[in-house]
């Protein structure tokens, strides 16, 4: 014990083992690229950013900071949910490149059902259903009760935010064709069910889940059930901010699209006016060259 909090380590054999299959098929993947591609296109940064995801999947769902999720605190379930969603989900998409893509969409198949999945409003709708309903209090509080529904619950989240930064991130660019101020209006939009679920789960008042057991040491210094769904709430706001951190690029290069469409078509004009005038000088000359000849 901690300050009251349960710092037991809790084993997750599906977690463990699922975990152990992703890396598997990551190296193979490794492999195969670099093996037809024969330029090596699987970067060092491809590398860190697996291993960067793999070890938060790891810090999230298998040292006693998921004891304490399941059994005490609230808040420390929103920080599990946070940083599987909106940190080891991109670091995941961006550590596989198009060429690990090459051989799994030869598939017509599977080229469909991805092509379907990770369109924007399907992939918003799954994620988004799939999180709230999870957080319905009945399932939830089951969840709580059983560890290896609680690690199906979040694995769910995982898996499901994949679909949903594809549209923004997506390694396959045919299989995202957005454009920037569509893009913008997906980010912000996508975000929605999971903000207002926040500031539900922030104002409230009304303590929705009751598995929990805040530590003594916590509720004599005024940390009440109310007070750890208010914490949680907060925490899933930052979701809502990152969306506005992406959204911030996004506009930028919408304006430098924008900017060089303009010069493009500035220099299109230009070119035409100087052909236009071109002709108009070899008229004139034509013309001149025709009296001479006449007068002659």
């Known amino acids: 014990m901690l300050y009251g909090l349960d710092i037991s380590w809790h084993s997750s054999p599906i977690t463990l083992l699922g975990l152990l299959i992703v ?5 193979f993947g490794v492999w195969r690229a670099n093996k037809q591609a024969g330029n090596a296109p699987i970067k060092g940064y491809h590398i860190l950013a697996f291993v960067t995801a793999i070890g938060l999947i790891a810090l999230m769902l298998l040292t006693p900071l998921d004891t304490i999720a399941r059994t005490q605190l609230f808040a420390a379930h929103m920080v599990q949910a946070v940083v599987l969603t909106t940190l080891c989900a991109p670091l ?5 490149p198009s060429a690990f893509w090459e051989s799994i969409l030869a598939q017509p198949v599977v080229r469909t059902v991805l092509q379907t999945l990770t369109r924007p409003l399907v ?3 799954i994620f988004n259903a799939t999180f709230l309903l999870w957080h319905a209090p009945v399932f939830y509080n089951y969840a709580l009760v059983h560890g290896t529904i609680y690690h199906v619950e979040m694995l769910s989240f995982l898996l499901t935010s994949l679909l949903n930064w594809w549209p923004l991130i997506g390694p396959v660019r045919e299989f995202r064709q957005l454009s920037y101020p569509m893009q913008m209006l997906y980010a912000f939009l996508d975000g929605q069910p999971v903000d207002i679920f926040a500031f539900l789960v922030v104002f409230t008042g009304v303590t929705f889940y009751t598995h929990y057991a805040i530590p003594p040491q916590f509720i004599q210094y005024g940390y009440s059930p109310i007070a750890d769904q ?3 709430g907060a925490f899933l706001l930052i979701p809502g901010l990152i969306d506005l951190v992406v959204m911030s690029p996004l506009f930028f290069r919408w304006l430098a699209q924008l900017e060089q469409k303009e ?13 236009a005038a071109l002709q108009e000088l070899e008229v004139d000359e034509m013309d001149a060259a025709f009296i001479e000849s006449s007068e002659a």
Do not use: G, P
């Open 230 to 232: 208010t914490v949680a």
């Open 23 to 27: 890396c598997l098929l990551y190296a």
């Open 263 to 275: 010069k493009l078509a500035d220099q299109q004009r230009m070119e035409e006016e100087a052909e």
């Open 123 to 125: 992939a918003s709708i």
């Open 92 to 96: 995941l998409l961006a550590a596989c």
